[in-house]
């Protein structure tokens, strides 16, 4: 079956402009997550959605980020007014709730670089 | 959630089993083991999970001690796309608010030809 997709795979943006970014979860995950990868580091949670609400923001580093998922499915980030240090691979990732929420399947992610 | 323990890095002959060994010595009776890997450029891919019991799946079997202080996640038969980084993690099941992932080092595995 089709895994977690993510639009678009590559992003090149001049610094000051809004980008957004698309996840589409697998078809039936309750759950779905948003985050980012810089360079040779770690992954670093953003934000965690069951259904439409957002129980868990609190990985957002700043108010320029926002995320909405609607009818319980595609999820969009966008990033205002963007800064070079937002530069990274955004990875989404979806899950079934409950006792699988840990099974999360993540998609291909969307590199961000911001000039 | 309990800390876990991994080798910084492995090489293994391409054909021969795997074998990636985790450390979570101070895990709980609720606390499942959950085994992920990232290839290189690419996102982090879940393998398996297991509370007590020994698993297994088309990717790999996870063997949890007695005890529970530590497991081993075993590729039967690795070949060169196993070469990645491989997360062993330890987390409560269920919805309690706190979904996220958060990954340690890992270990580094190398398939070699």
């Known amino acids: 079956g089709a895994g977690v997709s993510q639009s678009p795979s590559n992003k090149v943006t001049e610094k000051g402009k809004d980008v957004e970014l698309r996840c589409d979860p697998i078809?039936?995950?309750?759950?779905l997550y948003w985050y980012r990868q810089s360079l040779g580091q770690g992954l670093e949670f953003l934000i965690y959605?069951?259904?439409?609400?957002?129980?868990?923001k609190s990985g957002l580093p700043s108010d320029r980020f926002s995320a909405e998922r609607t009818g319980g499915s595609v999820s969009t980030l966008t990033i205002q007014r963007t800064q070079q240090e937002d530069s990274a691979v955004y990875l989404c990732?979806?899950?079934?709730?409950?006792?699988?929420?840990?099974?999360?399947?993540f998609g291909p992610g969307t590199r961000l670089t911001v000039t | 959630d309990a800390k876990t323990t991994q080798p910084t890095s492995m090489d293994c002959a391409e054909g021969r089993a795997a074998n990636l060994p985790c450390n979570h010595s101070?895990?709980?009776?609720?606390?499942?083991v959950y085994w992920y890997r990232q290839i290189h450029s690419q996102g982090p891919q879940y393998i398996i999970h297991?509370?007590?019991n020994n698993e297994t799946n088309e990717m790999a079997s996870l063997i949890i001690t007695e005890d529970r202080k530590s497991s081993t996640l075993i590729l039967p038969h690795a070949t060169l796309r196993d070469t990645a980084v491989y997360y062993c993690?330890?987390?409560?099941?269920?919805?309690?608010?706190?979904?996220?992932?958060?990954f340690g080092t890992g270990t580094r595995l190398t398939i070699i030809p």
């Open positions: 990732a979806s899950s079934f709730g409950g006792p699988r929420v840990y099974e999360q399947y």
């Open positions: 078809s039936g995950h309750t759950a």
């Open positions: 959605f069951q259904g439409n609400s957002a129980p868990d």
């Open positions: 101070t895990i709980s009776g609720n606390e499942y």
């Open positions: 297991g509370l007590k």
């Open positions: 993690i330890v987390r409560v099941g269920g919805n309690f608010g706190n979904e996220k992932l958060t």
